[in-house]
C-alpha cells in the first residue's frame, strides 16, 4: 500500500489513538468515493490515517477538529470523487439525466395536451 503523504496534518491528534497500534499519530483522511463522501457523513464518520503503521479505517469525525482540510473546489469533490475521471463520469451521468427528464417532461406534456 503506498504511503499517504497528508496534507490535512502531520501533528498528533489530541484525544485520538490509532485503533490498530495506539499510535497518537492519527490523522483525518481525505474521504475517497461515494462510500465515504456520503454514507460516512451521514453516520457522523471520517476517515483516519495512522502514521505509525499506516492504517486507514473510519472513526467517529467529530474527534477531530472541523475546518482544518482544504475546502472543497466543487460538488462532486465534496461527495468524495476526487480524481478527474470519476467526476467526469458523474458530471455526463448528470446531464444525460436532467437532459431525459426534461425529455420525458416534454413528450409527456404534448401527449397530455393531444388526449384534450
Ligand atoms: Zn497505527
Redesign the pocket.
Known amino acids: 500500500m503506498p504511503v499517504e503523504r497528508s496534507a490535512l496534518t502531520e501533528h498528533p491528534t489530541p484525544g485520538v489513538r490509532?485503533r490498530?497500534?495506539?499510535?497518537a499519530h492519527?490523522h483525518r483522511s481525505r474521504r475517497r468515493g461515494l462510500k465515504e463522501g456520503v454514507l460516512y457523513r451521514l453516520a457522523l464518520l471520517a476517515p483516519a490515517r495512522?502514521s505509525?503503521?499506516q492504517?486507514r479505517y473510519a472513526t467517529l469525525s467529530l474527534r477531530f477538529k472541523a475546518g482544518r482540510h482544504k475546502r472543497y473546489r466543487n460538488f462532486l469533490e465534496f461527495i468524495g470523487l476526487r480524481d478527474f475521471r470519476a467526476q467526469r463520469k458523474a458530471a455526463i451521468y448528470i446531464a444525460v439525466t436532467l437532459v431525459g427528464v426534461v425529455l420525458v417532461y416534454v413528450v409527456a406534456t404534448v401527449l397530455l395536451m393531444m388526449v384534450k
Request: charged residues 0%; aromatic residues 10%.
Open positions: 490509532c490498530f497500534c495506539g499510535s492519527v495512522c505509525q503503521c492504517a
